[in-house]
């Protein structure tokens, strides 16, 4: 009796380790999302959501795919579903924000940004995006300046808030302050440059 379990216990581990695993079409699309292919990706994950629509983690997935392939309108409407879903979800709202403002849709850019430093208040990555957008348009000006100046009294050192800054300074004529503020970027090594 002993000689036939210890046969059985060997069959079926020998068995478990000969069969190969069989991934579903989500586990395919992480796998093909973390080579990069996202071509694949966007394949896999659909046919994930057509078996199952009320995955979220497949349809996130699938808006940073889209997202990474530059697909605009396909990433702004597969992020909008996922914030319907979960509107507290911090990283899709940036990413949607972001691509909103690749879609030259500056406005609604400015509100999702908006949406989300008022949901986290200490996301200074949104504060810092949100100046850049407020830099692209002359009436905003003074907004990037009081964000880039507010994100700089908590970090003194943030490359993207000083280049955001001396970019405002110089396009609104303020030279000197300008010229200031980019040595100051300049004097800092690495760190964030958006």
């Not at 430093?117 to 905003?140: C, G, H, M, Q």
């Not at 943030?158 to 503020?181: C, F, H, M, N, P």
Request: with cysteine.
């Amino acid at each position: 009796m002993r000689r036939w379990s210890l046969f059985l216990g060997v069959t079926a581990i020998w068995l478990c380790m000969a069969i190969p695993a069989v991934a579903g079409p989500y586990e395919d699309g992480v796998t093909h999302f973390n080579r990069e292919d996202y071509g694949k990706a966007i394949t896999s994950l659909l046919q994930a959501l057509e078996a199952n629509p009320g995955n979220l983690e497949a349809k996130k997935l699938l808006g940073d795919s889209y997202y990474n392939l530059g697909k605009n309108q396909e990433a702004i409407k597969v992020y909008e579903e996922v914030l319907k879903a979960d509107p507290n979800d911090g990283k899709v709202r940036q990413k949607l924000a972001q691509v909103y403002q690749w879609s030259d849709d500056r406005q609604k850019s400015i509100t999702a940004y908006k949406e989300l430093i008022a949901a986290e208040p200490e996301n200074l990555s949104a504060k810092r995006d949100l100046a850049e957008v407020y830099s692209y348009d002359k009436s905003t000006y003074e907004n990037a300046i009081a964000l880039s100046k507010e994100i700089l009294a908590i970090e003194p050192k943030d490359r993207g808030a000083l280049l955001t800054l001396a970019r405002v300074q110089s396009w609104s004529g303020a030279y000197e302050e300008a010229i200031k503020t980019y040595e100051e970027y300049l004097s800092i090594e690495g760190g964030n440059d958006t």
